[in-house]
Protein backbone atom coordinates (compact mmCIF):
# COMPACT_ATOMS: atom_id res chain seq x y z
CA UNK A 1 0.00 0.00 0.00
CA UNK A 2 1.22 3.48 -1.25
CA UNK A 3 2.16 6.31 1.54
CA UNK A 4 3.96 9.21 0.39
CA UNK A 5 4.26 13.20 1.34
CA UNK A 6 3.80 15.51 -1.22
CA UNK A 7 4.14 19.03 -2.09
CA UNK A 8 1.47 21.06 -3.17
CA UNK A 9 2.02 22.14 -6.73
CA UNK A 10 2.92 26.25 -6.62
CA UNK A 11 -0.42 28.00 -7.72
CA UNK A 12 -2.00 26.02 -5.02
CA UNK A 13 0.34 27.00 -2.46
CA UNK A 14 -0.80 30.34 -3.31
CA UNK A 15 -4.94 29.66 -2.99
CA UNK A 16 -3.83 27.61 0.56
CA UNK A 17 -1.86 30.51 1.63
CA UNK A 18 -4.32 33.09 0.79
CA UNK A 19 -7.03 30.93 2.87
CA UNK A 20 -5.28 30.09 5.85
CA UNK A 21 -4.01 33.95 6.39
CA UNK A 22 -7.86 35.52 5.02
CA UNK A 23 -8.95 37.95 6.64
CA UNK A 24 -12.35 37.51 4.96
CA UNK A 25 -15.10 38.04 7.19
CA UNK A 26 -17.18 35.87 4.92
CA UNK A 27 -16.04 32.70 5.70
CA UNK A 28 -18.96 30.71 5.58
CA UNK A 29 -18.89 29.90 1.57
CA UNK A 30 -17.03 27.01 2.82
CA UNK A 31 -19.87 25.01 3.16
CA UNK A 32 -21.26 25.90 0.47
CA UNK A 33 -17.85 24.99 -1.54
CA UNK A 34 -17.72 20.94 0.51
CA UNK A 35 -22.01 20.45 -0.49
CA UNK A 36 -21.54 21.52 -4.01
CA UNK A 37 -18.52 19.22 -3.78
CA UNK A 38 -20.46 16.22 -2.41
CA UNK A 39 -23.16 16.80 -4.58
CA UNK A 40 -21.01 16.74 -7.41
CA UNK A 41 -19.66 13.73 -6.90
CA UNK A 42 -23.26 12.35 -6.25
CA UNK A 43 -24.15 13.66 -9.72
CA UNK A 44 -20.70 11.91 -11.19
CA UNK A 45 -21.48 8.67 -9.57
CA UNK A 46 -25.30 8.49 -10.70
CA UNK A 47 -24.42 9.47 -14.34
CA UNK A 48 -21.35 6.48 -14.28
CA UNK A 49 -23.88 4.39 -13.06
CA UNK A 50 -26.20 4.27 -16.11
CA UNK A 51 -23.83 2.41 -17.95
CA UNK A 52 -22.76 0.63 -14.95
CA UNK A 53 -24.94 -0.32 -12.44
CA UNK A 54 -21.98 -2.38 -10.78
CA UNK A 55 -21.25 1.14 -9.22
CA UNK A 56 -24.34 0.96 -6.95
CA UNK A 57 -23.77 -2.01 -5.28
CA UNK A 58 -23.32 -0.19 -2.23
CA UNK A 59 -26.46 1.45 -1.73
CA UNK A 60 -28.31 4.09 -4.05
CA UNK A 61 -29.67 5.85 -0.93
CA UNK A 62 -27.96 9.38 -1.59
CA UNK A 63 -27.00 11.78 0.92
CA UNK A 64 -25.02 14.03 2.70
CA UNK A 65 -24.31 14.29 6.19
CA UNK A 66 -22.83 16.66 8.49
CA UNK A 67 -21.48 16.31 12.13
CA UNK A 68 -20.27 18.30 14.55
CA UNK A 69 -18.03 17.85 17.60
CA UNK A 70 -17.61 20.19 20.03
CA UNK A 71 -15.15 18.65 22.36
CA UNK A 72 -12.68 17.41 19.44
CA UNK A 73 -13.61 20.39 17.61
CA UNK A 74 -14.40 18.95 14.12
CA UNK A 75 -16.72 19.50 11.69
CA UNK A 76 -17.34 16.67 9.43
CA UNK A 77 -19.32 16.41 5.63
CA UNK A 78 -19.81 13.25 4.31
CA UNK A 79 -21.04 12.02 1.26
CA UNK A 80 -21.77 8.72 -0.50
CA UNK A 81 -20.88 9.93 -4.00
CA UNK A 82 -18.11 8.62 -6.25
CA UNK A 83 -14.98 9.29 -4.03
CA UNK A 84 -11.77 9.21 -5.64
CA UNK A 85 -8.54 6.64 -6.14
CA UNK A 86 -5.26 7.60 -4.82
CA UNK A 87 -4.70 8.80 -8.16
CA UNK A 88 -7.25 10.99 -8.05
CA UNK A 89 -6.94 12.38 -5.41
CA UNK A 90 -3.45 13.67 -5.84
CA UNK A 91 -4.65 14.67 -9.31
CA UNK A 92 -7.64 16.85 -8.00
CA UNK A 93 -7.11 17.26 -4.63
CA UNK A 94 -3.18 18.37 -5.15
CA UNK A 95 -3.52 20.74 -7.86
CA UNK A 96 -5.91 23.20 -9.06
CA UNK A 97 -6.75 22.03 -12.31
CA UNK A 98 -10.24 22.67 -11.88
CA UNK A 99 -12.47 25.48 -13.21
CA UNK A 100 -13.54 27.09 -9.94
CA UNK A 101 -10.60 27.54 -8.04
CA UNK A 102 -8.70 27.99 -11.28
CA UNK A 103 -10.94 31.36 -12.94
CA UNK A 104 -10.88 32.03 -9.36
CA UNK A 105 -7.37 32.54 -8.91
CA UNK A 106 -7.13 34.22 -12.05
CA UNK A 107 -10.12 36.64 -11.50
CA UNK A 108 -7.82 37.38 -7.92
CA UNK A 109 -4.81 38.11 -9.70
CA UNK A 110 -6.61 40.72 -11.69
CA UNK A 111 -8.39 42.49 -9.57
CA UNK A 112 -5.82 42.51 -6.62
CA UNK A 113 -6.14 45.70 -6.12
CA UNK A 114 -9.68 45.69 -5.26
CA UNK A 115 -8.93 43.74 -2.72
CA UNK A 116 -9.67 39.69 -1.64
CA UNK A 117 -13.40 40.69 -0.14
CA UNK A 118 -15.05 41.27 -3.26
CA UNK A 119 -14.63 38.30 -4.90
CA UNK A 120 -13.96 34.83 -2.28
CA UNK A 121 -17.52 34.79 -1.66
CA UNK A 122 -19.22 35.25 -4.93
CA UNK A 123 -16.36 33.08 -6.79
CA UNK A 124 -16.43 28.76 -6.20
CA UNK A 125 -12.91 28.72 -4.75
CA UNK A 126 -13.44 24.79 -3.95
CA UNK A 127 -11.91 22.66 -1.58
CA UNK A 128 -9.20 24.91 -0.02
CA UNK A 129 -11.74 27.18 1.03
CA UNK A 130 -11.94 24.47 3.87
CA UNK A 131 -8.15 26.20 5.16
CA UNK A 132 -10.09 29.48 6.34
CA UNK A 133 -11.70 27.87 8.94
CA UNK A 134 -9.90 24.83 9.74
CA UNK A 135 -6.15 24.25 10.61
CA UNK A 136 -5.81 20.65 9.59
CA UNK A 137 -7.82 18.59 7.15
CA UNK A 138 -8.91 15.12 7.38
CA UNK A 139 -9.95 13.59 4.32
CA UNK A 140 -11.09 9.78 4.05
CA UNK A 141 -12.52 8.17 0.10
CA UNK A 142 -13.21 5.39 -1.04
CA UNK A 143 -14.22 4.70 -4.89
CA UNK A 144 -16.20 2.12 -5.63
CA UNK A 145 -13.52 1.35 -8.63
CA UNK A 146 -10.58 0.60 -5.95
CA UNK A 147 -10.69 -1.81 -3.04
CA UNK A 148 -8.88 0.61 -0.65
CA UNK A 149 -9.94 3.54 0.98
CA UNK A 150 -7.50 6.89 0.67
CA UNK A 151 -6.78 8.75 3.71
CA UNK A 152 -5.25 12.24 2.99
CA UNK A 153 -4.91 14.87 5.27
CA UNK A 154 -2.93 18.14 5.38
CA UNK A 155 -2.41 21.40 7.92
CA UNK A 156 -2.45 23.85 4.84
CA UNK A 157 1.24 24.08 4.79
CA UNK A 158 3.39 23.27 1.79
CA UNK A 159 2.56 19.66 1.87
CA UNK A 160 0.22 16.82 2.42
CA UNK A 161 -0.13 13.34 3.24
CA UNK A 162 -1.56 11.02 1.48
CA UNK A 163 -1.90 6.74 2.03
CA UNK A 164 -3.89 4.06 1.11
CA UNK A 165 -5.37 2.06 4.14
CA UNK A 166 -7.56 -1.10 4.48
CA UNK A 167 -10.97 0.21 4.53
CA UNK A 168 -10.76 0.63 8.67
CA UNK A 169 -13.64 3.48 8.76
CA UNK A 170 -17.62 2.58 8.19
CA UNK A 171 -17.05 3.89 4.62
CA UNK A 172 -18.28 2.32 2.04
CA UNK A 173 -18.06 4.81 -1.00
CA UNK A 174 -17.88 8.25 -1.12
CA UNK A 175 -15.62 10.86 0.72
CA UNK A 176 -15.76 11.85 4.39
CA UNK A 177 -13.90 15.35 4.93
CA UNK A 178 -12.96 16.23 8.39
CA UNK A 179 -12.26 19.67 9.53
CA UNK A 180 -10.55 20.33 12.46
CA UNK A 181 -11.73 24.03 13.49
CA UNK A 182 -9.46 27.11 13.72
CA UNK A 183 -9.99 28.69 17.58
CA UNK A 184 -12.03 31.56 16.10
CA UNK A 185 -14.02 29.30 13.64
CA UNK A 186 -15.74 27.90 16.50
CA UNK A 187 -19.26 29.01 16.00
CA UNK A 188 -19.45 26.43 13.18
CA UNK A 189 -20.36 23.71 15.06
CA UNK A 190 -23.43 25.60 16.26
CA UNK A 191 -26.04 23.08 15.14
CA UNK A 192 -28.63 26.20 13.96
CA UNK A 193 -25.52 27.91 12.12
CA UNK A 194 -25.17 25.17 10.19
CA UNK A 195 -28.91 24.54 9.21
CA UNK A 196 -29.09 28.38 8.29
CA UNK A 197 -26.03 28.55 6.24
CA UNK A 198 -27.53 24.93 4.49
CA UNK A 199 -30.80 27.20 4.09
CA UNK A 200 -28.77 30.29 2.92
CA UNK A 201 -26.71 28.64 0.54
CA UNK A 202 -27.28 25.19 -0.27
CA UNK A 203 -31.03 24.64 0.09
CA UNK A 204 -31.84 23.39 -3.33
CA UNK A 205 -28.86 20.78 -3.66
CA UNK A 206 -30.77 17.50 -4.97
CA UNK A 207 -29.81 15.47 -2.67
CA UNK A 208 -30.78 15.40 1.11
CA UNK A 209 -28.37 17.25 3.83
CA UNK A 210 -28.86 15.26 7.08
CA UNK A 211 -27.54 16.67 10.43
CA UNK A 212 -28.26 13.62 12.81
CA UNK A 213 -31.87 13.11 11.70
CA UNK A 214 -32.98 16.36 11.18
CA UNK A 215 -33.21 17.22 7.26
CA UNK A 216 -31.81 20.49 5.93
CA UNK A 217 -32.63 21.52 2.91
CA UNK A 218 -35.30 21.39 0.13
CA UNK A 219 -33.99 19.65 -2.21
CA UNK A 220 -35.43 20.81 -5.25
CA UNK A 221 -33.55 22.61 -7.40
CA UNK A 222 -33.59 25.90 -8.16
CA UNK A 223 -34.90 25.74 -11.90
CA UNK A 224 -37.22 23.22 -10.79
CA UNK A 225 -39.20 25.55 -8.41
CA UNK A 226 -41.58 27.47 -8.72
CA UNK A 227 -40.94 30.69 -11.08
CA UNK A 228 -42.62 32.87 -8.47
CA UNK A 229 -40.93 31.49 -5.47
CA UNK A 230 -37.43 32.56 -6.89
CA UNK A 231 -35.87 35.89 -5.92
CA UNK A 232 -33.86 38.16 -8.02
CA UNK A 233 -31.11 37.39 -5.88
CA UNK A 234 -31.39 34.00 -5.48
CA UNK A 235 -31.25 33.37 -9.58
CA UNK A 236 -28.41 35.83 -9.53
CA UNK A 237 -26.40 33.48 -6.82
CA UNK A 238 -27.34 30.52 -8.37
CA UNK A 239 -25.68 31.92 -11.86
CA UNK A 240 -22.56 33.31 -9.88
CA UNK A 241 -21.36 29.88 -8.15
CA UNK A 242 -22.53 27.45 -11.25
CA UNK A 243 -21.01 29.23 -13.96
CA UNK A 244 -17.82 30.88 -12.06
CA UNK A 245 -18.69 34.35 -12.36
CA UNK A 246 -18.17 37.37 -9.57
CA UNK A 247 -20.20 39.55 -11.06
CA UNK A 248 -24.43 39.32 -11.33
CA UNK A 249 -25.61 38.07 -14.96
CA UNK A 250 -27.08 40.81 -17.09
CA UNK A 251 -30.70 38.78 -17.08
CA UNK A 252 -31.89 35.25 -17.45
CA UNK A 253 -34.40 33.30 -18.85
CA UNK A 254 -36.65 30.36 -17.58
CA UNK A 255 -38.30 28.38 -19.32
CA UNK A 256 -40.83 25.80 -18.57
CA UNK A 257 -41.95 23.91 -21.35
CA UNK A 258 -44.80 21.37 -21.22
CA UNK A 259 -46.65 18.94 -23.75
CA UNK A 260 -45.39 17.12 -26.08
CA UNK A 261 -41.94 18.28 -25.30
CA UNK A 262 -41.02 18.51 -21.58
CA UNK A 263 -38.13 20.27 -20.38
CA UNK A 264 -36.99 23.02 -18.12
CA UNK A 265 -34.32 25.55 -19.19
CA UNK A 266 -32.97 28.41 -16.95
CA UNK A 267 -30.52 30.35 -19.26
CA UNK A 268 -28.53 33.42 -18.42
CA UNK A 269 -26.82 36.13 -20.22
CA UNK A 270 -23.74 37.66 -18.58
CA UNK A 271 -22.61 40.74 -18.23
CA UNK A 272 -19.53 41.18 -19.98
CA UNK A 273 -17.51 39.50 -22.35
CA UNK A 274 -15.52 36.71 -21.15
CA UNK A 275 -11.86 37.46 -21.64
CA UNK A 276 -11.36 33.81 -23.30
CA UNK A 277 -14.64 34.34 -25.02
CA UNK A 278 -13.49 34.90 -28.61
CA UNK A 279 -10.45 32.71 -28.33
CA UNK A 280 -10.56 28.98 -29.03
CA UNK A 281 -10.25 28.06 -25.60
CA UNK A 282 -14.02 29.02 -25.28
CA UNK A 283 -16.48 26.00 -25.02
CA UNK A 284 -20.15 27.04 -25.45
CA UNK A 285 -23.00 24.65 -23.95
CA UNK A 286 -25.63 24.31 -21.58
CA UNK A 287 -25.41 21.90 -18.39
CA UNK A 288 -28.08 18.81 -19.38
CA UNK A 289 -30.06 16.82 -16.46
CA UNK A 290 -32.24 14.34 -17.60
CA UNK A 291 -34.67 13.10 -14.66
CA UNK A 292 -32.54 15.01 -12.05
CA UNK A 293 -28.90 13.27 -12.98
CA UNK A 294 -26.55 15.44 -14.54
CA UNK A 295 -25.65 14.38 -17.39
CA UNK A 296 -22.79 16.79 -19.20
CA UNK A 297 -21.06 20.01 -18.32
CA UNK A 298 -21.12 21.18 -21.78
CA UNK A 299 -23.84 20.20 -24.15
CA UNK A 300 -23.15 22.13 -27.45
CA UNK A 301 -25.84 20.70 -29.26
CA UNK A 302 -28.17 23.08 -26.86
CA UNK A 303 -27.35 25.62 -27.45
CA UNK A 304 -26.43 27.63 -31.38
CA UNK A 305 -23.12 28.91 -32.08
CA UNK A 306 -24.66 32.93 -32.07
CA UNK A 307 -26.06 32.12 -28.99
CA UNK A 308 -22.13 30.49 -26.85
CA UNK A 309 -22.05 33.41 -24.66
CA UNK A 310 -25.21 32.15 -22.95
CA UNK A 311 -24.73 29.80 -20.32
CA UNK A 312 -27.77 27.65 -18.22
CA UNK A 313 -29.25 24.57 -17.10
CA UNK A 314 -31.43 22.22 -19.39
CA UNK A 315 -33.05 19.67 -17.88
CA UNK A 316 -35.54 16.84 -19.43
CA UNK A 317 -37.30 13.77 -18.40
CA UNK A 318 -37.53 13.02 -21.97
CA UNK A 319 -34.21 11.19 -22.06
CA UNK A 320 -33.64 7.53 -21.93
CA UNK A 321 -32.03 7.15 -19.35
CA UNK A 322 -29.00 4.76 -20.79
CA UNK A 323 -27.55 7.84 -23.07
CA UNK A 324 -23.88 7.73 -23.67
CA UNK A 325 -22.51 11.02 -24.37
CA UNK A 326 -21.56 10.14 -28.06
CA UNK A 327 -25.49 9.20 -28.41
CA UNK A 328 -26.23 12.57 -27.19
CA UNK A 329 -24.63 13.50 -30.54
CA UNK A 330 -27.59 12.45 -32.62
CA UNK A 331 -30.59 12.47 -30.34
CA UNK A 332 -34.03 13.52 -31.70
CA UNK A 333 -35.17 14.32 -28.34
CA UNK A 334 -32.13 16.71 -28.02
CA UNK A 335 -32.52 18.09 -31.39
CA UNK A 336 -36.11 19.06 -30.57
CA UNK A 337 -35.79 20.76 -27.17
CA UNK A 338 -32.29 22.55 -29.03
CA UNK A 339 -34.74 23.95 -31.46
CA UNK A 340 -37.36 24.91 -29.18
CA UNK A 341 -34.66 27.00 -26.93
CA UNK A 342 -33.38 28.45 -29.79
CA UNK A 343 -36.69 30.04 -30.51
CA UNK A 344 -38.12 31.00 -27.26
CA UNK A 345 -34.52 32.51 -26.33
CA UNK A 346 -35.26 34.44 -30.15
CA UNK A 347 -38.75 35.89 -28.99
CA UNK A 348 -37.74 36.84 -25.61
CA UNK A 349 -34.54 38.99 -27.08
CA UNK A 350 -36.70 40.29 -29.68
CA UNK A 351 -39.23 41.53 -26.82
CA UNK A 352 -35.97 42.89 -24.88
CA UNK A 353 -35.39 44.95 -27.66
CA UNK A 354 -38.76 46.74 -27.27
CA UNK A 355 -39.00 46.64 -23.98
CA UNK A 356 -35.64 47.25 -22.23
CA UNK A 357 -33.20 48.88 -24.83
CA UNK A 358 -30.64 49.81 -22.88
CA UNK A 359 -30.17 46.03 -21.26
CA UNK A 360 -30.08 44.47 -25.26
CA UNK A 361 -27.57 47.57 -26.00
CA UNK A 362 -25.75 45.88 -23.02
CA UNK A 363 -26.29 42.81 -24.72
CA UNK A 364 -25.16 43.57 -27.96
CA UNK A 365 -22.35 45.52 -27.17
CA UNK A 366 -20.72 42.70 -24.90
CA UNK A 367 -21.97 39.72 -27.59
CA UNK A 368 -23.35 41.35 -30.72
CA UNK A 369 -20.79 40.44 -32.50
CA UNK A 370 -21.85 36.55 -32.15
CA UNK A 371 -25.06 37.51 -33.59
CA UNK A 372 -23.39 39.14 -36.40
CA UNK A 373 -21.12 36.04 -37.27
CA UNK A 374 -24.57 34.26 -36.86
CA UNK A 375 -25.99 35.63 -40.03
CA UNK A 376 -22.48 35.68 -41.99
CA UNK A 377 -22.42 31.92 -41.22
CA UNK A 378 -22.53 29.14 -43.12
CA UNK A 379 -23.75 31.30 -45.94
CA UNK A 380 -26.38 32.71 -44.14
CA UNK A 381 -28.62 30.48 -43.58
CA UNK A 382 -29.51 31.26 -40.48
CA UNK A 383 -29.91 35.17 -41.49
CA UNK A 384 -33.61 35.07 -41.62
CA UNK A 385 -33.77 33.94 -37.79
CA UNK A 386 -31.39 36.40 -36.70
CA UNK A 387 -32.05 39.72 -39.12
CA UNK A 388 -34.45 41.34 -36.60
CA UNK A 389 -31.39 40.99 -33.70
CA UNK A 390 -29.69 43.14 -35.25
CA UNK A 391 -29.27 46.98 -34.45
CA UNK A 392 -27.11 49.72 -35.62
CA UNK A 393 -26.73 53.13 -34.88
CA UNK A 394 -28.30 55.42 -36.81
CA UNK A 395 -28.32 58.93 -37.92
CA UNK A 396 -31.90 59.51 -37.13
CA UNK A 397 -31.14 60.38 -33.09
CA UNK A 398 -27.70 58.95 -33.01
CA UNK A 399 -29.51 55.95 -31.25
CA UNK A 400 -29.87 51.75 -31.91
CA UNK A 401 -32.44 50.94 -34.34
CA UNK A 402 -33.50 47.68 -35.04
CA UNK A 403 -33.92 47.48 -38.88
CA UNK A 404 -37.53 46.90 -38.95
CA UNK A 405 -37.52 50.72 -37.58
CA UNK A 406 -35.42 51.97 -40.01
CA UNK A 407 -37.59 50.11 -42.62
CA UNK A 408 -40.74 51.86 -40.97
CA UNK A 409 -39.75 54.91 -41.24
CA UNK A 410 -38.41 54.60 -44.47
CA UNK A 411 -39.14 57.66 -47.43
CA UNK A 412 -41.97 56.85 -49.84
CA UNK A 413 -39.59 57.16 -52.23
CA UNK A 414 -36.52 55.69 -50.49
CA UNK A 415 -36.01 52.64 -51.84
CA UNK A 416 -32.84 51.34 -50.15
CA UNK A 417 -31.39 50.83 -46.43
CA UNK A 418 -28.65 53.61 -46.39
CA UNK A 419 -25.51 52.70 -44.31
CA UNK A 420 -21.96 54.35 -44.11
CA UNK A 421 -19.13 52.36 -42.30
CA UNK A 422 -15.95 53.26 -40.50
CA UNK A 423 -14.82 53.13 -37.27
CA UNK A 424 -14.80 56.56 -35.87
CA UNK A 425 -18.63 57.60 -35.41
CA UNK A 426 -17.91 61.39 -35.51
CA UNK A 427 -15.89 61.14 -38.39
CA UNK A 428 -18.79 59.69 -40.06
CA UNK A 429 -21.33 62.41 -38.61
CA UNK A 430 -18.89 64.90 -40.22
CA UNK A 431 -19.03 63.36 -43.73
CA UNK A 432 -20.07 65.86 -46.12
CA UNK A 433 -22.32 63.76 -47.79
CA UNK A 434 -23.68 62.95 -43.93
CA UNK A 435 -25.49 66.55 -43.93
CA UNK A 436 -26.56 66.46 -47.52
CA UNK A 437 -28.89 63.73 -46.32
CA UNK A 438 -29.97 64.73 -43.46
CA UNK A 439 -31.31 67.63 -45.18
CA UNK A 440 -33.02 65.54 -47.20
CA UNK A 441 -34.61 63.70 -44.27
CA UNK A 442 -32.70 60.21 -45.52
CA UNK A 443 -31.80 58.01 -42.44
CA UNK A 444 -28.15 56.15 -42.52
CA UNK A 445 -27.02 53.57 -40.23
CA UNK A 446 -24.14 53.86 -39.39
CA UNK A 447 -21.33 50.37 -39.05
CA UNK A 448 -18.65 51.09 -36.65
CA UNK A 449 -17.61 47.50 -36.20
CA UNK A 450 -15.67 46.16 -38.71
CA UNK A 451 -17.79 42.99 -39.74
CA UNK A 452 -20.65 45.21 -40.25
CA UNK A 453 -20.49 45.71 -43.40
CA UNK A 454 -19.63 41.80 -44.09
CA UNK A 455 -22.81 40.81 -41.94
CA UNK A 456 -25.05 43.56 -44.11
CA UNK A 457 -23.34 41.81 -47.41
CA UNK A 458 -24.51 38.70 -46.07
CA UNK A 459 -27.95 39.74 -45.25
CA UNK A 460 -28.69 41.16 -48.68
CA UNK A 461 -31.92 42.57 -48.03
CA UNK A 462 -33.84 43.43 -45.26
CA UNK A 463 -37.77 43.62 -46.19
CA UNK A 464 -37.05 43.12 -49.50
CA UNK A 465 -35.10 46.06 -49.31
CA UNK A 466 -31.35 46.51 -50.48
CA UNK A 467 -28.82 48.23 -48.73
CA UNK A 468 -26.35 50.72 -50.06
CA UNK A 469 -23.50 52.38 -48.75
CA UNK A 470 -23.22 56.06 -49.38
CA UNK A 471 -19.94 55.31 -50.38
CA UNK A 472 -20.42 53.44 -53.26
CA UNK A 473 -19.93 55.22 -56.46
CA UNK A 474 -23.16 54.46 -57.92
CA UNK A 475 -24.95 55.90 -54.86
CA UNK A 476 -27.29 58.72 -56.36
CA UNK A 477 -28.70 61.83 -54.47
CA UNK A 478 -29.40 64.12 -57.19
CA UNK A 479 -32.51 65.12 -58.91
CA UNK A 480 -32.87 64.97 -62.65
CA UNK A 481 -31.90 68.32 -63.08
CA UNK A 482 -28.53 68.41 -60.84
CA UNK A 483 -27.78 64.80 -62.47
CA UNK A 484 -27.99 66.82 -65.91
CA UNK A 485 -25.48 69.51 -64.51
CA UNK A 486 -23.53 66.63 -63.26
CA UNK A 487 -23.11 65.30 -66.65
CA UNK A 488 -22.37 68.32 -68.59
CA UNK A 489 -19.59 68.85 -65.95
CA UNK A 490 -17.86 65.77 -66.12
CA UNK A 491 -18.21 66.18 -69.93
CA UNK A 492 -16.07 69.42 -70.07
CA UNK A 493 -13.94 68.28 -68.08
CA UNK A 494 -13.60 64.83 -69.48
CA UNK A 495 -9.85 65.82 -70.62
CA UNK A 496 -8.76 66.79 -67.49
CA UNK A 497 -9.83 64.22 -65.99
CA UNK A 498 -8.62 61.54 -67.63
CA UNK A 499 -5.07 63.17 -67.56
CA UNK A 500 -5.51 62.93 -63.52
CA UNK A 501 -6.20 59.01 -64.44
CA UNK A 502 -3.20 58.53 -65.89
CA UNK A 503 -1.00 60.47 -63.50
CA UNK A 504 -2.54 57.71 -60.78
CA UNK A 505 -2.61 54.68 -63.04
CA UNK A 506 -3.19 51.21 -61.69
CA UNK A 507 -3.72 53.50 -58.13
CA UNK A 508 -7.24 54.08 -59.03
CA UNK A 509 -10.23 52.58 -61.18
CA UNK A 510 -11.53 56.03 -62.23
CA UNK A 511 -11.49 59.93 -61.32
CA UNK A 512 -15.55 61.38 -61.05
CA UNK A 513 -16.82 64.90 -60.19
CA UNK A 514 -18.73 65.38 -57.40
CA UNK A 515 -20.14 68.54 -55.94
CA UNK A 516 -21.58 66.60 -52.94
CA UNK A 517 -18.27 66.37 -51.18
CA UNK A 518 -19.23 69.39 -48.91
CA UNK A 519 -16.43 71.54 -48.19
CA UNK A 520 -13.46 68.95 -48.62
CA UNK A 521 -11.83 69.24 -52.13
CA UNK A 522 -11.26 65.09 -52.41
CA UNK A 523 -12.92 62.20 -51.08
CA UNK A 524 -12.42 58.31 -52.20
CA UNK A 525 -14.94 56.01 -53.15
CA UNK A 526 -15.26 52.26 -54.61
CA UNK A 527 -17.14 50.42 -56.64
CA UNK A 528 -17.68 47.18 -57.56
CA UNK A 529 -17.78 44.58 -54.40
CA UNK A 530 -15.33 44.88 -52.19
CA UNK A 531 -15.83 48.59 -50.36
CA UNK A 532 -13.37 50.86 -48.48
CA UNK A 533 -14.06 49.55 -45.14
CA UNK A 534 -13.82 45.85 -46.49
CA UNK A 535 -10.24 46.57 -47.63
CA UNK A 536 -9.33 47.78 -44.83
CA UNK A 537 -10.94 44.72 -42.69
CA UNK A 538 -9.28 42.42 -44.76
CA UNK A 539 -5.63 43.67 -45.05
CA UNK A 540 -5.65 42.71 -41.10
CA UNK A 541 -6.30 39.00 -42.04
CA UNK A 542 -3.06 37.10 -43.14
CA UNK A 543 -3.71 36.04 -47.14
CA UNK A 544 -5.74 38.83 -47.70
CA UNK A 545 -3.58 42.12 -48.02
CA UNK A 546 -3.66 41.52 -51.79
CA UNK A 547 -7.56 42.43 -51.64
CA UNK A 548 -7.91 45.56 -52.58
CA UNK A 549 -11.27 47.99 -53.40
CA UNK A 550 -11.30 49.03 -56.94
CA UNK A 551 -11.01 53.16 -55.88
CA UNK A 552 -12.47 56.21 -57.52
CA UNK A 553 -10.81 59.80 -56.52
CA UNK A 554 -13.39 62.11 -56.37
CA UNK A 555 -13.15 65.47 -56.83
CA UNK A 556 -15.19 68.80 -56.10
CA UNK A 557 -15.92 71.18 -58.54
CA UNK A 558 -17.16 73.46 -55.99
CA UNK A 559 -13.83 74.10 -54.40
CA UNK A 560 -11.12 76.17 -55.34
CA UNK A 561 -8.49 73.67 -55.43
CA UNK A 562 -10.67 72.62 -59.02
CA UNK A 563 -9.92 75.68 -60.33
CA UNK A 564 -6.39 75.64 -59.35
CA UNK A 565 -6.00 72.02 -60.93
CA UNK A 566 -7.71 73.70 -64.07
CA UNK A 567 -4.87 75.83 -64.41
CA UNK A 568 -2.02 73.74 -63.49
CA UNK A 569 0.56 73.29 -66.03
CA UNK A 570 1.64 69.15 -65.79
CA UNK A 571 4.43 69.89 -62.91
CA UNK A 572 2.16 71.56 -60.33
CA UNK A 573 -0.73 68.97 -61.40
CA UNK A 574 0.94 66.01 -60.78
CA UNK A 575 2.28 67.45 -57.27
CA UNK A 576 -1.52 68.94 -56.64
CA UNK A 577 -2.77 65.18 -57.15
CA UNK A 578 -0.07 63.33 -55.54
CA UNK A 579 -1.34 65.59 -52.45
CA UNK A 580 -5.35 64.90 -53.10
CA UNK A 581 -4.86 61.48 -53.66
CA UNK A 582 -2.94 61.01 -49.98
CA UNK A 583 -4.91 63.44 -48.53
CA UNK A 584 -7.78 60.87 -49.55
CA UNK A 585 -6.15 57.96 -48.34
CA UNK A 586 -5.91 59.26 -44.79
CA UNK A 587 -8.92 60.82 -44.60
CA UNK A 588 -10.36 57.42 -45.24
CA UNK A 589 -8.01 55.36 -42.78
CA UNK A 590 -5.23 54.44 -45.33
CA UNK A 591 -1.76 54.14 -44.97
CA UNK A 592 -0.39 57.23 -47.07
CA UNK A 593 2.04 55.84 -49.57
CA UNK A 594 5.44 57.66 -48.23
CA UNK A 595 4.62 60.69 -45.84
CA UNK A 596 7.94 62.08 -46.41
CA UNK A 597 7.85 62.77 -50.19
CA UNK A 598 3.84 63.78 -49.21
CA UNK A 599 5.13 66.24 -46.90
CA UNK A 600 8.14 67.99 -49.14
CA UNK A 601 5.28 68.13 -52.15
CA UNK A 602 3.22 69.86 -49.65
CA UNK A 603 5.80 72.34 -48.84
CA UNK A 604 6.88 73.06 -52.34
CA UNK A 605 3.08 74.00 -53.34
CA UNK A 606 2.82 76.09 -49.55
CA UNK A 607 5.83 77.92 -50.39
CA UNK A 608 5.07 78.70 -54.71
P1 LIG B 1 -14.30 22.07 -8.38
O1 LIG B 1 -15.44 21.60 -7.55
O2 LIG B 1 -14.55 23.39 -9.03
O3 LIG B 1 -13.82 21.05 -9.37
P2 LIG B 1 -12.91 21.93 -5.89
O4 LIG B 1 -11.67 22.58 -5.36
O5 LIG B 1 -14.16 22.21 -5.11
O6 LIG B 1 -13.07 22.36 -7.39
O7 LIG B 1 -12.71 20.39 -5.94
C1 LIG B 1 -11.59 19.86 -6.64
C2 LIG B 1 -11.84 18.44 -7.11
O8 LIG B 1 -11.72 17.54 -6.02
C3 LIG B 1 -13.20 18.19 -7.68
O9 LIG B 1 -13.26 18.51 -9.04
C4 LIG B 1 -13.35 16.67 -7.47
O10 LIG B 1 -12.69 15.97 -8.52
C5 LIG B 1 -12.59 16.45 -6.21
N1 LIG B 1 -13.50 16.40 -5.07
C6 LIG B 1 -13.72 17.36 -4.16
N2 LIG B 1 -14.61 16.97 -3.24
C7 LIG B 1 -14.99 15.72 -3.59
C8 LIG B 1 -15.90 14.75 -3.05
N3 LIG B 1 -16.63 15.02 -1.98
N4 LIG B 1 -16.00 13.55 -3.68
C9 LIG B 1 -15.27 13.27 -4.78
N5 LIG B 1 -14.41 14.14 -5.34
C10 LIG B 1 -14.26 15.34 -4.75
MG1 LIG C 1 -16.22 22.52 -5.94
Not at 3 to 11: G, I, R, S
Amino acid sequence: MRKQTENFQAETKELLNLMVNSIYTNKEIFLRELVSNASDAIDKLRFRALTDTELLKDGSDFKITIATDKENKTLTICDNGIGMTFDEVNENIGTIAKSGSKAFIEKFKEAKENSEIDIIGQFGVGFYSAFMVADKITLLTKSPLSELTVLWSSNGDGSYNIEETENSDDLKRGTKIILHMKEDALDFLEDYKISSLIKKHSNSIKYPIFMGEKKLNDEKPLWKMDKKDITEEQYNEFYKHTFYDFEDPLLHFHFKVQGSLEYTALIYVPKRTPMDFYSRDYKRGLQLYSKNVFIMDKAEKLIPEYFSFMKGIVDTDNLSLNISREILQQNDELEKISKNIEKKITTELQKLIKEDREKYITLWEAFGRSIKFGVQDMYGIYKGKLKDLLIFKSSFEDKYVTLKEYVERMKEDQKEILYVSGENIEVLKSLPKMKVLKDKGLEVLYLTDRIDEFTIKALMEYDEKQFKSINASDFELDDEKTKEEKENLAKENKPLLERIKNLLGEKIAEVKLNNGLGSGAAGLSAKGEISLEMERTLSEIPGNENIKAEKILELNPNHPMFEKIKNSDDETLKDLIYILYNQSLMIEGFPMENPVEFADKVNKILSK
